[in-house]
């Protein structure tokens, strides 16, 4: 944990407060209040910025990029705007099924002095959740292309002590070996862990009811670029809300 790992020491003058906050694990992550959306209903979604479901700070809007896909494809038309500590996002959704609303924040390139991170290297998150709207028959296909994503396998309203199948893709290619982790309010500070198999699979208990989130990262030196920087440094999250709440569905 890079917190343990970097308590002030004799031969450093930096804590870890002095360590931007996209390096010193914090990540975006998507929220909203449930209930029974139909075509026309505006939909509001917070976009948070802070480490295991507890929100910290909301980050800058230019640097986002925010679309919504379902059945028809894509729609980006998501009006963005800065709230006390998140940022609110908008959209007006017009046909029945699930909607998936995807972020990308560009954390940009950071040189630091702290040791283990000297870099320069190159810091990009992304985040989705599924907002089911109206009649949820129709399939399609959940990938919406991030460079770094999380993919729920048979997708469908969760309850609580299901299991949920999530698959983690780098390139739209499965990543193993990779540590998943299952966050939820009350196990924020012990989240579960599991890691990818060779096809890229986890399987999650939902253990409690509430909000959950998934998370997982990873570093690729291979994507470097010269004179700019060393590697990317990635991080992914998707989010369920409301599980086990079966009158929300009603």
């Known amino acids: 944990m890079i917190q343990k790992a970097f308590q002030k020491e004799a031969f450093s003058p930096f804590l870890i407060e002095d360590l931007p906050d996209i390096v010193r694990g914090h990540e975006i992550w998507i929220e909203y209040d449930m209930h029974n959306f139909s075509p026309g209903d505006p939909i509001a979604c917070d976009l948070c910025f802070g480490h295991n479901m507890k929100s910290d700070k909301a980050v800058k809007t230019e640097k986002v990029t925010t679309a919504v896909f379902g059945t028809w494809e894509k729609n980006s038309a998501v009006e963005v705007s800065a ?19 995807g972020v990308e924040y560009d954390g940009g390139i950071l040189n630091l002095p702290h040791p283990g991170l ?68 009350d196990n924020h500070n012990s989240p579960i862990e599991v890691m990818t198999d060779q096809e ?51």
């Open 83 to 101: 709230a006390e500590n998140h940022l609110l996002m908008r959209f007006t959704p017009v046909v029945e099924g699930y909607h998936t609303i």
């Open 200 to 250: 890229g699979i986890v399987e999650i208990e939902l253990e409690k009811s509430g909000k959950w989130m998934f998370k997982v990262g990873h570093r690729d030196p291979e994507k470097s670029s010269k004179c700019l920087y060393n590697k990317k440094v990635m991080t992914a999250t998707f989010t369920i809300m409301d599980i086990g709440r079966e009158n929300v569905w009603k």
């Open 118 to 185: 000297e870099g320069p290297n190159y810091y990009q998150q992304y985040t989705k959740t599924i907002i089911p709207v109206g009649d949820c028959q129709a399939e399609y296909d959940l990938i919406i292309g991030q460079e770094l994503e999380i993919i729920p396998l048979s997708y469908r309203r969760y309850k609580v002590g299901e299991h949920i199948l999530l698959k983690v893709l780098y390139d739209q290619r499965p990543l193993p070996d990779v540590t998943v982790y299952g966050i939820h309010i």
